[in-house]
């Protein structure tokens, strides 16, 4: 299986990190508990469309989203340029986007954080 984005090497730095700062560990999942409590609670479908929206004007497309629901399992598809190194980078960080300063939404890194509400 490939690794195009790298994330074994983030996934190995990330938990260097925490071993080397237990602190760090208690202060990530502490922040991350507190977004999905109350800074993106309820905002799953708002910030999925948002990064959509981003997404379709990266690429210079009409945005389109489609939402679906096949039994417990929620669908979310949308046009535009896809995930790249950068946005995997983002993904695996709190507080780091790697959306421009031009970006409608989303260059603070923290609203994918609403998944939390509905994921593992």
Same mark, same amino acid.
């Given at each position: 299986?490939?690794?195009? /984005?790298?994330?074994?090497?983030?996934? %190995?730095?990330?938990? =260097? $990190?925490?071993?080397?700062?237990p602190?760090?560990?208690?202060?990530?999942? +502490?922040?991350?508990?507190?977004?999905?409590?109350?800074?993106?609670?309820?905002?799953?479908?708002?910030?999925?469309?948002? #990064?959509?929206?981003? =997404?379709? $004007?990266?690429?210079?497309?009409?945005?389109?989203? +489609?939402?679906?629901?096949?039994?417990?399992?929620?669908?979310?598809? #949308?046009?535009? $340029?896809?995930?790249d190194?950068?946005?995997?980078?983002?993904? &695996? %960080?709190?507080?780091?986007?790697?959306?421009?300063?031009?970006?409608?939404?989303?260059? /603070?890194?923290?609203?994918?954080? %609403?998944?939390? &509400?509905?994921?593992?």
């Amino acid at each position: 299986m490939t690794d195009p /984005f790298g994330t074994a090497e983030l996934r %190995a730095g990330v938990v =260097a $990190a925490w071993r080397g700062s237990p602190t760090r560990l208690r202060e990530d999942a +502490a922040t991350e508990a507190d977004l999905v409590r109350a800074g993106y609670r309820d905002r799953l479908l708002t910030e999925l469309a948002q #990064n959509a929206a981003d =997404a379709a $004007a990266k690429a210079g497309v009409a945005g389109r989203i +489609a939402v679906w629901l096949d039994g417990r399992t929620l669908h979310i598809a #949308n046009s535009g $340029a896809p995930l790249d190194v950068s946005g995997v980078h983002a993904l &695996t %960080a709190l507080r780091a986007s790697g959306k421009t300063e031009g970006a409608t939404v989303g260059r /603070f890194g923290v609203g994918f954080t %609403a998944v939390l &509400t509905v994921s593992d």
